[in-house]
């Protein structure tokens, strides 16, 4: 709000705070604790919710069915409504302990079917398996923590009450399919058989002890005997979508247990024992602690190159694409994963850890190289800046915790004006954020590193400090790469030692680029998962049929319902001209392809690409510049916007090499009519595209009620936690100036309390000494001369004075 009471937003504000200028304090007031008028439906939905919350706030009694069904079912309703408020509010609701939601659960996974209550028990854990797979469930961040708590519950013990649960569900599920059979249809068993796999997909993924249990390979066989066993259509969503996880799920199952035998029985000398098949004979060595970041598994490889790492004699274990080339992971998907995390990793700090580990050894022979202005770290594109010290370490609430890096000015630039400085570092292409920088510095005589990213390239002269304000030295705001405690301890040390170093920059090295891909990958080998697996890494059969073969891609899962049709209009050249087109259009379709040739703007090959990006649901498409691929992929965009209903198509997602490409894709959308653009990322120079950044639609959609409490609760906390690190920053600080009692006193109570009372002003015979503090008497080394009086208060309460 501006001071004279207006929002600067104007009607256009989400929140819809403006009030009239003329408002007096009182009707201000009134008017700000007004509440909107509720709408019927909003009324409904309330009224539909406190129904629902009343059954969870009542124990569960024996044999209650009628409880069990109303209780998920109406659950189930409120998912599927329109109040995003109770969407939220319901799953915090189902885990808090105040509440018996917990308890209905139990009541529920402990059911045991009779001879004839098979279908009963199935009936009453359908909703209850699409309520805790729910998307409004899943996935909202702002529900998150309560949904791992329900998670944690279902699960219990290393899986001890979902599995059993999930056991007797699939006999049930499978008997009543039987009894009910062949006059029933599939589609509730299909949605059971989805709900339950998704839902052990989660709880795997939550509770990762679970997928030791004993049962859990024998579950997987039932669902997937299931899937098979009964009439479900194998083209259907739900076949694939079922066989797609147990797929998934017997990869994780079967990586968790591969890598426990790994770690019970590991090669001797790092060499394996075991027969691999290779083109040639040779021993395969296995990436297994050479150093402290050298692990067979890349989930436990941190992303950044440890100092270990850098130090250590051994290459990286980089394993060959040739899938006839040994590996120590027999799984394709497991081997495929590796091997792309560590080549791309080596890609991205192969050259910076040898570079670095050569300066480290070039530091530790001699420590002046810290101070040499033309020490180079070889071909590797970088720049050193000597004598570099940390200046200042700050957090806030919004930005973190920072450092403030300080090092004379660069050669060419010392004899410059700040006007001039500033214009340089604004010319230059150096320090932009998100750039790595590394500190090397010296630690008893041992050379040690500290990774850092820019986060602020501040040059304006008037603000101190900044790259060119200072009449002698620069200063660049950073933030640590790393989030380990170890790396915290040693910037804050530096800080207060003042301990200069070497600052080393490599401009080609953009954190943010690769770092997400490695963690995905790093997530995808965790859970088994690649998407289109199947066309991605197909099986493998001889080399003179694979060399032949064809593969046969099926259409879109959401194109393989029955009669479905493409509506091709928006794209026809005449106005008001129809043309539908089905999913199982073949590419060698003549008649279809002089058809669309005719009557739009495509040419033959664009509409057989066209033809394979709506028929099949993995598909590239390639060809030299200027050939129409992007004018294609704007009428393929089309063609699926006109069917998004029909076919419940979600967010398309549109990924270009180049921020450029990306503005230009997104403007041509944007010219035939696809308006609902979300631009994510912050590089986009389109003046059409200003409206359409994710920050900005961000900041106006409104919050619901219940992420507005998380909020405030949230913020308070974090203020709360910016006064406490703030305080103990300014202790630091103090503590470079002076080290008195005051600066230490707190710290070494609560965490060093022995210590702590051995400079307590009471001795052993109960005298106070009085004067200086203990500490500082000692840390002052004051002459045994200058002895502290000493007064005893006996425990009667006389006293008696002592010297």
């Known amino acids: ?152 519950y279902i699960s219990g013990s290393n899986g001890s009450r979902a599995i059993p649960f999930f056991q007797r569900l699939s006999t049930s599920l499978l008997e009543k399919h039987l009894e009910l059979a062949p006059q029933s249809s599939t589609a509730s068993l299909e949605t059971t058989l989805t709900a339950m796999s998704a839902a052990l997909r989660e709880l795997l993924k939550r509770e990762p002890r679970a997928i030791f249990h004993e049962n859990l390979p024998d579950l997987l066989d039932s669902i997937e005997n299931i899937a098979e066993a009964t009439n479900i259509d194998p083209y259907s969503v739900a076949f694939q979508v079922v066989r797609n996880s147990i797929g998934e799920l017997r990869g994780v199952v079967a990586r968790a247990h591969g890598l426990l035998q790994y770690e019970e029985e590991p090669p001797e000398g790092g ?209 640590l790469a790393t989030r380990l405690e170890h790396d915290l301890e040693v910037l804050i040390r530096l800080s207060c030692e003042k301990r200069r170093g070497l600052l080393v920059e490599f401009p080609g090295v953009l954190l943010a680029t690769f770092v997400p891909i490695l963690e995905n990958i790093q997530n995808m080998q965790q859970l088994s998962s690649l998407p289109f697996r199947q066309w991605i890494l197909p099986e493998r059969g001889p080399t003179h049929v694979q060399a032949s073969t064809t593969l046969n891609i099926p259409s879109p899962l959401y194109a393989r319902s029955p009669n479905f049709h493409y509506s091709l209009d928006s794209i026809l050249k005449d106005l008001g001209d129809a043309f539908d087109m089905t999913s199982g259009v073949s590419l060698d379709n003549g008649a279809v392809l002089d058809n669309l040739e005719a009557r739009t703007r495509l040419d033959r090959g664009q509409c057989q690409a066209l033809i394979a990006a709506l028929t099949r649901e993995f598909a590239l498409i390639q060809g030299p510049p200027g050939t129409g691929k992007s004018y294609l992929g704007v009428q393929i965009m089309r063609v699926l916007q006109a069917c998004k209903l029909k076919a419940q198509l979600g967010p398309v997602v549109v990924v270009c090499y180049t921020n450029h490409a990306l503005d230009q894709f997104l403007e041509h959308l944007i010219d035939v009519g696809i308006e609902r653009v979300i631009r994510i990322g912050g590089q986009s120079r389109s003046t059409k595209l200003e409206g359409k950044n994710l920050r900005v639609i961000s900041q106006g959609e409104s919050k619901t009620k219940s992420e507005g409490h998380q909020l405030a609760i949230t913020y308070k906390a974090l203020e709360d936690q910016e006064k406490t690190v703030k305080r103990n920053l300014a202790l630091l600080r103090n503590l470079q100036k002076k080290h008195d009692w005051a600066s230490v006193k707190h710290h070494l109570s609560r965490r060093h309390p022995l210590i702590y009372h051995q400079f307590t002003r009471v001795d052993n015979e109960g005298f106070t000494i009085v004067g200086k503090e203990p500490f500082d008497r000692w840390t002052r080394a004051e002459s045994s001369a200058d002895t502290p009086q000493k007064y005893e208060v006996p425990s009667r309460g006389a006293r008696r004075s002592a010297c």
């Open 271 to 479: 060499v394996s024992t075991s027969v691999v098949a290779s083109t040639y004979p040779r021993d395969l060595i296995l990436p297994l602690d050479r150093h402290d970041n050298d692990k067979m598994d890349i989930t436990k490889i941190k992303i950044l190159p440890t100092e270990d790492e850098i130090r250590s004699e051994y290459a990286d274990f980089l394993p060959s694409t040739d899938p006839d080339q040994p590996h120590f992971l027999a799984d394709q998907l497991e081997r495929y994963l590796d091997t792309h995390f560590r080549l791309y990793r080596h890609d991205c700090f192969g050259e910076v850890s040898e570079a670095l580990g050569a300066a480290m050894i070039a530091i530790e022979n001699d420590p002046g190289v810290l101070e040499d202005l033309r020490f180079s770290l070889g071909n590797i594109k970088a720049y050193t800046l000597p004598k570099a010290h940390i200046r200042y370490i700050s957090f806030d609430r919004r930005r973190g915790l920072e450092a403030q890096i300080s090092f004379p000015y660069p050669f060419s630039l010392r004899k410059k004006s700040s006007s001039e400085r500033r214009k340089w570092w604004e010319d230059s292409k150096r320090l932009e954020e998100g750039t790595l920088l590394c500190l090397l510095f010296v630690d008893n005589t041992k050379a040690s590193l500290l990774f850092f990213t820019v986060s602020e390239k501040r040059v304006d002269t008037n603000r101190d400090p900044s790259l060119s304000s200072d009449n002698h030295q620069a200063t660049i705001i950073v933030k």
């Open 1 to 152: 709000m501006q001071e004279n009471g207006r929002c600067r937003f104007g009607d256009s504000c989400a929140f819809s705070h403006d009030l009239p200028l003329d408002s007096t304090p009182d009707e201000l007031s009134k008017r700000m604790r007004q509440r909107p008028e509720e709408t019927p439906q909003q009324q409904r939905a309330n009224e539909d919710y406190r129904s629902w919350r009343r059954l969870i706030k009542n124990p569960p009694k024996t044999n209650d069915n009628r409880t069990i069904e109303l209780l998920w079912n109406d659950a189930l309703n409120i998912l599927n409504g329109e109040d995003r408020d109770w969407k939220q509010v319901l799953p915090r609701d189902l885990d808090n302990e105040e509440y018996c939601g917990r308890q209905h659960i139990q009541t529920l996974m402990s059911m045991v079917a009779g001879h004839h209550g098979h279908s009963t028990f199935v009936d009453l854990a359908h909703p209850f398996l699409l309520v805790i797979t729910h998307p409004a469930v899943l996935d909202c961040l702002s529900v998150d923590t309560s949904v791992g708590g329900l998670y944690n």
